[in-house]
């Protein structure tokens, strides 16, 4: 958080828009363009996660399994 920051202002830190210092007009993609990249990477770490989740719970099984 930033100490500086005003009471109701969010976009602080890591939150902050990035600053671009070239014009809109040498952006090669659209804004849909964009946002489909970042739906495509939440989605990869969606199923990495429920990969892992899933791993894990067998393992356990597993290891539960060998106990008895």
Do not use: C, F, S, W
Not at 26 to 34: F, K, V
Not at 56 to 62: I, Y
């Amino acid at each position: 958080m930033d100490p500086y920051a005003k009471p109701k202002e969010r976009k602080v830190g890591a939150h902050r828009p990035k600053i671009r210092h070239l014009p809109q007009a040498t952006e090669p993609r659209t804004r849909r363009q964009r946002q489909a990249e970042k739906e495509a990477v939440a989605a990869q770490r969606r199923a990495i996660k429920k990969a892992a989740r899933r791993h894990l719970g067998q393992q356990l099984l597993k290891d539960l399994q060998e106990d008895k």
